[in-house]
């Protein structure tokens, strides 16, 4: 019986859904903002599946700010220069993975958790390469907000549910470590 009726409900959700969207097509092209941790670790895992410095140059733009304050172990360190850095390990990668085993969020506004905040993530990727493995081991602190240098495109619906997502990286704040078999 409880089968019967989860089934009803989710036929009934999908019908509602879908008219819905039939009464007012331009839901249907809305997104709905990702929790800031959720939203990390998407765009962290979508570095580690790129293929070619291109898609690596789209993804480091949808995710870390042009105008990012970035520090690694201590150090300063210029967007341009990370990038480069992870482009001249792109080559010859047959894969990458990333696993994350702790999370935390402070949003800067809890009235619209999604928008702004503290994400801090620790986490260890893998770049497999064919007489290599390079293993490293994160603990970030991102500052993620809306980017103010990034247009918002004209008749755009933004908030919670929208078609528009401002949100960058505008700090990171990194421990990591590295090691190479």
Do not use: C
């Not at 001249?88 to 969020?105: K, W």
């Not at 500052?143 to 960058?168: A, K, M």
Request: charged share 20%; aromatic share 10%.
């Amino acid at each position: 019986m409880r089968l019967i009726f989860a089934q009803f409900l989710v036929l009934f959700s999908f019908a509602a859904l879908s008219t819905l969207v039939q009464a007012n097509p331009e839901l249907e092209k809305r997104i709905v903002l990702l929790p800031l941790t959720k939203w990390a670790e998407q765009h962290i895992t979508d570095i580690m599946n790129v293929e070619t410095n291109a898609d690596l140059q789209d993804a480091m733009d949808a995710f870390i700010s042009k105008n990012v304050a970035m520090e690694f172990n201590g150090a300063t360190v210029k967007r341009d220069d990370y990038i480069k850095s992870l482009k001249a390990d792109l080559p010859g990668r047959v894969t990458g993975n990333a696993s994350f085993s702790a999370t935390v969020e402070v949003p800067t506004d809890p009235t619209s958790p999604v928008t702004a905040g503290w994400v801090g993530m620790f986490y260890i990727t893998n770049s497999v390469y064919p007489s290599k493995q390079v293993t490293r081991t994160f603990s970030d602190n991102f500052l993620i907000q809306q980017d103010p240098s990034i247009p918002v495109p004209n008749n755009t619906i933004t908030g919670i549910r929208g078609d528009f997502d401002g949100r960058r990286v505008m700090a990171i704040k990194r421990v990591f470590t590295e090691v190479t078999n």
